[in-house]
């Protein structure tokens, strides 16, 4: 076996199953999990016909490339949503169609990281465990960005020591931020691209939490809008992944796309071929369609912004919690350890939430994910209201 296998560390939701272990919550309150961040508003009437209606794709062999048309849809959203410079983004070069940004995250770093010379790539921490095992069966070291209060939950580049930057192969980023909702903006992201450029790795940004935002006016930027924005219309070292799962509400289609620098999506899409991973015909007539159409992501931000008024209206002032730049996380701080929160809440409420030391490592001195859970506002309006009142009156229980 891979002896890499061996140091991959349990998921976060293996540990609270543990921690939960032995606990029974009261019998006369129904659960509610705010542990997981599986969408659970109704998919789009239109993306499921668009599927059906394609069935008979299935007695074909799908390309790993997929459709022309799937990437020229993907093209055209991209500029738009990004305000990128027209026909910047070539579908023959600059877009690959996957299933789902969580397989092509850890597929990307086993197709681009150069295993020699002690390679790093850098996470930010709290952070998606797919960077992580992504990193170690690429034969690399996870090196962690510690996201906190203080740094207003962005990247604190200047924290990163030049020969740490010199072995880094790749970096990955989340922005929208998962757990903390924090947006990176553009500045931020421009500085990174120069980083990359002196030191040699490339940036991959996932970015599936874009498109759940509060302000329409002010959508969250992204990588190649920065890129775009320095004339950088090659997008050379940067490389973002996006999914339909919480854009449209479609987990269970397993699709997204990855997108950027042409010459690595070439060697991407070789690794790709190999790895036999393309998106069933059907699978890409549903992503068509659903890449074509905004009104349902603006009627989708819509409910999560009533969730997050209501819930942050009952939790105001009880809670050390805030609204989050975007996403469907609330980031709260714990009064008492984040690990006897989460085991006492079930046990007393019957709410699941996730600890936040569950998303995070112990790096530079501190565990940042320390004192704090994350709750997803995934389910609907009342059974969130539900939650937030039973979470209150936990608290001033506590």
Known sequence: MNPDLARLQ???????????????????????????????????????????????????????????????????????????????????????????????????????????????????????????????????EPWFLNSTAENGFQPDLEAVPADIWRRTRLIYLCSPGNPTGAVIDIPTLQKLIRLADEHDFLIASDECYSELYFDEASPPPGLLQAAAEMGRDDYARCVVFHSLSKRSNVPGLRSGFVAGDADVLKQFLLYRTYHGCSMPPPSQAASLVAWQDEEHVRQNRALYRAKFDAVLSLLSGRM???????????????????????????????????????????????????????????????????????????????
């Open 10 to 140: 349990p998921y976060p939701f293996e540990k609270l199953s543990r921690l939960k272990a032995g606990a029974t919550p009261p019998a006369d309150k129904a659960h509610i999990a705010l542990s997981i961040g599986e969408p659970a508003h109704r998919p789009p009437a239109f993306i499921g016909e668009a599927l059906l209606t394609h069935l008979h794709g299935l007695g074909n062999y799908p390309l790993t490339k997929g459709r022309l048309e799937l990437r020229e849809a993907i093209a055209a959203w991209l500029v738009e949503r990004f305000q990128l410079p027209l026909d910047s983004v070539d579908p023959e070069r600059h877009v690959l169609p996957v299933n789902g940004t969580r397989e092509a995250l850890f597929a990307f770093a086993q197709a681009v990281v150069d295993r020699s010379g002690k390679p790093l790539v850098v996470a930010p921490n709290p952070f998606y465990q797919i960077y992580e095992g992504a990193a170690l069966l690429a034969g690399a």
């Open 320 to 398: 050390d919690v805030q609204r989050p730049d975007a996403g469907f996380y609330l980031w709260a701080r714990t009064p008492v350890d984040e690990q006897e929160f989460a085991r006492r809440l079930f046990a007393e409420q019957n709410i699941t939430v996730l600890p936040g030391s569950y998303l995070s490592r112990d790096a530079h001195g501190i565990n940042p994910g320390a004192g704090y859970v994350r709750m997803a506002l995934v389910a609907e309006l009342d059974e969130c209201v539900e939650a937030a009142e039973r979470i209150r009156t936990f608290i001033e229980s506590i």
